[in-house]
């Protein structure tokens, strides 16, 4: 019989390390993606923090620890978040689908990490407006993803685990293009 | 051109597709009769001033909302979810 090797979304992609920024995948261990069904976002919150220690998150925000396997979840659109770091535990009144090896997860991490992000994706990424812990569905690229900051200088993107090369290649490109201007400087 | 994303914020364009008339919201009865089926499935006003359009927020929360804008001058004065009630 065949023996089938495991690779993560990014392997053979990343580290990479371009001027002040590094960008790096994250192995979220198991992810799931939680919808409550119609009225029961409550009791699906409970259930999941009497459960996992982390409630249902709202809109454009996330739970839970940033670092490390440990239980978080990141709100990903209408009605739906993401469980990362933790087994789900059974929710009979949600929707949810094991999604675990469905996401490339990559973290950009240095000074210039928000300038890098700021040439791929829309949103406004400000310090005012977009603080550790919060969350967004939105592009990068002409890719449907998910950012999030995780910390000061800090993000997380996650796109479908097919994209991975391209998210890859347009981070890199970003990444050398600011820094290819800060070495003008 | 930004749009007020009742879940999200104000985003920009890119992250909606249009949808059309906020009139597709508004289906007559089964038994309306053949004209007023006409007019919902075939007939637009192409307005000068406000106008309700349809909008998804597809690379952003998902949401369908119906945006308040008017043609003549770009003012987008408000947007709300598609089946708030719900
Ligand atoms: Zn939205």
Redesign the interface.
């Known amino acids: 019989m065949a023996r089938l090797i495991a690779t993560t979304p990014c392997a053979g992609l990343l580290p990479l390390a371009i001027g002040s920024v590094t960008v790096t995948e994250v192995d979220a261990g198991p992810v799931t993606l939680i919808a409550p069904y119609d009225g029961a976002q409550k009791a699906t919150s409970d259930a999941l923090k009497a459960a996992v220690g982390v409630g249902f998150p709202a809109p454009n925000r996330t739970l839970g620890q940033t670092q490390g396997k440990r239980p978080r979840i990141v709100w990903c659109g209408m009605g739906q978040a993401v469980l990362m770091g933790a087994d789900c535990p059974d929710l009979p009144q949600a929707a949810v689908v094991d999604q675990s090896d469905a996401w490339a997860i990559v973290r950009i991490d240095g000074a210039d990490a928000a300038a890098v992000l700021a040439r791929l994706t829309p949103i406004d990424l400000r310090d005012s407006q977009f603080k550790r812990g919060h969350t967004a569905r939105t592009l990068v690229a002409h890719m449907t993803v998910s950012v999030t900051r995780v910390g000061a200088q800090t993000y997380e993107v996650m796109a479908m685990r097919s994209m991975a090369g391209t998210l890859v290649h347009d981070l890199e490109q970003a990444a050398k293009n600011v820094a290819a201007r800060a070495a003008l400087a | 051109m930004r749009l007020p994303c009742p ?3 104000e ?2 364009r ?2 909606f597709y249009y949808q059309g008339d906020a009139v597709a919201l508004d289906r007559p009865a089964r038994d309306a009769g053949g004209a007023a089926w006409d007019d919902y499935l075939h007939n637009r006003d192409n307005p000068a001033g406000e106008t309700r359009d349809l909008w998804h927020h ?6 369908w909302i119906v945006v308040t804008r008017d043609t003549v001058t770009h003012a987008v004065s408000g947007a709300k979810l598609v089946g708030a009630k ?1």
């Open positions: 879940i999200c914020g985003r920009d890119r992250e597809a690379a952003g929360c998902g949401a719900r």
